[in-house]
């Protein structure tokens, strides 16, 4: 296509540079000098990344058709190939429209009291903390939304803050702590040589028989009890009772927490997309495990990191950290509990979490595939079938032309009175169009309740640990924070 981009190493492309420094720097120095649409090679794959919001919409939203499908890595194991992330074209929709009703507002309210339980966990075991110590809090966030996901996906008590043993938590770090380099050495490295050296990326398939194995059994003890949808109110269930007539609130409405890019244009294909996605309204067993395993992959790190920088960041403002406090203390009721309504209601908590997601926006970048060549707006680019391309979130949301002083922790521009400021598909931590993130409710509900629970109890401080500025690690499409430590004390 003849476009501009930083000069490729033979063989490596690209992807070298991500050995040496996070991606989501390289995006920015990248888009600054190449301007809105440049091209790069992952090894030897051309990728075309993107910037530019007119266009942005007209890949994810106006023409998502042709962009239907998402870049994967080949993989033969089932969880994957038939996860809503993974799948593709016909199969997504009708996945995505079947998946979708178990996240309607409906449905997170019946899952609302499974998340508060897992928050009394953590408030126990914050309470068994010496007051004032230092709070990894990385693996204190991790440990709650190990819980949740657990909870909620897999109708499992992980246990996490208490049982570093446990086969569910094991067999979860066996697949989440992946080595990053090793993985990169050995997507770079000619196959031959990878298997010369004995080199592997993979997980030991143990890992992933038990989640089968859990999905599988649950699935089983589900279906053969009667009674099993007035009892659970987890995925497995709302899958296992999914119907053509689910809940008719699953797309967003205009109004919607975060719904910055949803004009009425784009809730219209979305509906329209959801209603001719599903031929056959059911899932088969495995898809059904299929799904629950993909919402745990990615719904626990995101989650996890969306709060660590939350907290991190209230630690290292306090007079943002006191109008919070302030806002918290008056929507609680006298034990200090809050209702769906209430908590969503709240428009300064509202704000510090989409800011916390502006800043550190937990995937980097948000990636598209074409299915049929296509003219790309009036850019004079023709794009052939299979062209891989890359939307560099991260880089958008610094860029100062939409966010001035993008450095700043400012979450005044989220405010009702600000919102309006905010450029369409310049804010994508929640990616956009009929594919993004099914799970935005839940992780947004779930960060919040913990937010209002820790901070009624304890103030979050920065401490001589306290690392400023925090510390990325070098990953390919997630803002992963290396160690993160803050004080606690006792309000
Ligand atoms: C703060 C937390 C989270 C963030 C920042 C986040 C972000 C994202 C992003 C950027 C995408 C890609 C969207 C696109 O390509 O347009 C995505 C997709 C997805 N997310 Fe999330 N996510 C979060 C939490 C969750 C949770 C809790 C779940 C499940 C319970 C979840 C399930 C999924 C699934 C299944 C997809 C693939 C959707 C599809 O291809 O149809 N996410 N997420």
């Given at each position: 296509?003849?476009l ?11 992807s ?11 995006d920015?120095?990248?888009g ?14 051309p990728?075309?990344v ?27 194991h ?7 992330s ?13 998946a ?43 440990n709650?939304?190990?819980d949740?996901?657990?909870a909620?996906?897999?109708?499992t ?10 086969a ?19 997507l770079?490295?000619p ?5 010369a ?15 089968v ?22 995925f ?37 997309m ?5 031929k056959?309204?059911?899932?088969t ?6 799904q ?45 509990e ?11 908590l ?6 916390t997601?502006?800043?550190?926006p ?6 598209r595939?074409?299915v049929?060549?296509?003219?790309l ?12 391309i ?8 610094h ?16 405010m ?12 994508l ?17 779930e960060?919040k ?11 979050f ?31």
């Amino acid at each position: 296509m003849g476009l501009k981009g930083p000069k490729p190493v033979p063989f490596l492309g690209n992807s070298i540079y991500w050995l040496l420094k996070p991606r989501c720097f390289l995006d920015i120095e990248w888009g600054r000098k190449y301007g809105q649409i440049y091209g790069i090679y992952d090894s030897n794959q051309p990728i075309l990344v993107v910037t530019k919001p007119e266009l942005i919409k007209k890949i994810v939203v106006k023409d998502y058709h042709v962009f239907i499908d998402r870049r994967m890595r080949p993989t033969n194991h089932f969880l994957y190939r038939e996860s809503l992330s993974h799948a593709r074209g016909d199969n997504w929709r009708r996945i995505r429209s079947i998946a979708s009703p178990t996240f309607s507002s409906a449905k997170i309210r019946k899952m609302y009291p499974i998340v508060r339980q897992c928050l009394r966990a953590l408030m126990t075991h914050v309470v068994d903390m010496e007051c004032g110590d230092c709070v990894d809090l990385k693996k204190m966030c991790g440990n709650y939304t190990m819980d949740v996901i657990a909870a909620v996906a897999f109708g499992t008590d992980a246990n996490a803050h208490n049982d570093h043993s446990s086969a569910f938590v094991t067999s979860a770090r066996q697949i989440l702590d992946v080595d990053f380099v090793r993985t990169i050495i050995v997507l770079l490295l000619p196959k031959f040589v990878v298997k010369a050296i004995g080199l592997k990326s993979r997980v030991p398939e143990t890992a992933h028989q038990f989640f089968v194995d859990i999905g599988r059994r649950l699935i089983n003890e589900r279906k053969s009890d009667p009674d099993s949808h007035r009892k659970y109110n987890d995925f497995i269930q709302f899958l296992v009772d999914a119907r053509p007539d689910g809940d008719r609130d699953a797309t967003p409405a205009a109004a919607d927490v975060n719904a910055f890019n949803e004009s009425e244009e784009e809730l219209a294909i979305r509906r329209q997309m959801l209603t001719t996605g599903a031929k056959k309204h059911t899932l088969t067993d495995d898809q059904i495990v299929a799904q629950a395993w993909i919402f745990f992959l990615a719904g626990y790190d995101t989650t996890s990191t969306t709060l660590t920088y939350c907290c991190y960041e209230l630690a290292l403002n306090p007079d943002i950290q006191q109008r919070l406090y302030n806002e918290v203390m008056a929507s609680v009721d006298s034990e200090g509990e809050i209702g769906y309504d209430e908590l969503m209601a709240m428009s300064y908590l509202d704000a510090v979490l989409s800011e916390t997601l502006r800043k550190y926006p937990a995937a980097i970048k948000l990636e598209r595939r074409s299915v049929a060549e296509y003219v790309l707006g009036d850019t004079g680019i023709t794009l052939p079938a299979g062209q891989e391309i890359e939307i560099t979130t991260y880089a958008i949301h610094h860029n100062p032309e939409y966010y001035p002083d993008p450095e700043k922790f400012d979450p005044e521009r989220f405010m009702p009175e600000n919102k309006h400021n905010i450029q369409p598909y310049t804010y994508l931590p929640f990616g956009a169009g009929p594919r993004n993130c099914i799970g935005m409710r839940v992780a947004l509900m779930e960060a919040k309740l913990c937010v209002v629970h820790l901070i009624q109890k304890y103030m979050f401080l920065r401490i001589p640990k306290t690392s400023v500025p925090i510390k990325f690690q070098i990953s390919m499409t997630t803002l992963s924070p290396g160690d993160v430590h803050i004080g606690f004390t006792k309000r």
